[in-house]
């Protein structure tokens, strides 16, 4: 079956621009994650929707950072006035319940630059 | 802080013996242990897990073995084969972590090298 999916898969953009990431979850788990991983580094947990509800939005690192996911489905990260510190791959995960010892299940992520 | 440690950023091990990777933690809360394997490119793909209730979990060529006193687990590989060839994450979860009870905490990720 479909596994989790994101758009697009690169992404180039001036400093100062605002930007949209696009996940869409494998179909019927309810539990959508979004983490960033930099470079030499491994993923690091920014938000954490159930169902269409941010459940836990405390590793987003600053107000210019929102996601949403208004029909419990499909989610988008988007970032405003973006900083060359935001360059790195933006992952996407899916859980089939959320509710613990789930696997969660990553999408190929978005290599953001910002120029 | 990090919560959970990977000492080793590269592992080389000849194709056909064990590759053994390593992973330390330090937030006792966590009950639940994850191996991801991630090739260039691509997002994480999970391997094998673990319950903080166990102390070993076996699938095919891949065991994980967990020490709750030591605060660590590895992941052997055996026998390691050129496909290996990937970075390794190691992640914990608990109610602790961001994201409810399966958001993870990773590693920074051991690369693991299959020698011909």
């Known amino acids: 079956g479909a596994g989790v999916s994101q758009t697009p898969s690169n992404k180039v953009t001036e400093k100062g621009k605002y930007v949209e990431l696009r996940c869409d979850p494998i179909?019927?788990?309810?539990?959508l994650y979004w983490y960033r991983q930099s470079l030499g580094q491994g993923p690091e947990f920014l938000i954490y929707?159930?169902?269409?509800?941010?459940?836990?939005d405390s590793g987003l690192p600053n107000d210019r950072f929102f996601a949403v996911r208004p029909e419990g489905s499909v989610s988008t990260l988007k970032i405003q006035r973006t900083e060359r510190g935001d360059s790195a791959v933006y992952l996407c995960?899916?859980?089939?319940?959320?509710?613990?010892?789930?696997?969660?299940?990553f999408g190929n992520g978005t290599r953001l630059t910002v120029t | 802080d990090q919560q959970v440690k990977q000492n080793s950023p590269s592992l080389s091990v000849q194709e056909g013996r064990i590759s053994i990777l390593n992973c330390d933690y330090t937030n006792s809360m966590f009950d639940y242990f994850l191996w991801y394997k991630k090739y260039p490119a691509e997002g994480p793909t999970f391997l094998i897990s673990i319950s903080s209730i166990k102390d070993k979990n076996e699938d095919g060529r891949f065991t994980v073995f967990l020490n709750k006193s030591a605060k660590h687990l590895s992941l052997h590989i055996v026998p390691s084969q050129p496909g290996d060839s990937a970075v390794y994450f190691c992640?914990?979860?608990?109610?602790?972590?961001?994201?409810?009870?399966?958001?993870?905490?990773f590693g920074k990720g051991t690369h693991l090298i299959i020698q011909p």
């Open positions: 995960a899916s859980s089939a319940s959320g509710t613990g010892n789930s696997p969660l299940h």
């Open positions: 992640a914990a979860s608990g109610l602790v972590s961001g994201g409810g009870a399966d958001g993870l905490t």
């Open positions: 929707f159930q169902g269409t509800g941010a459940a836990d």
């Open positions: 179909s019927g788990h309810t539990a």
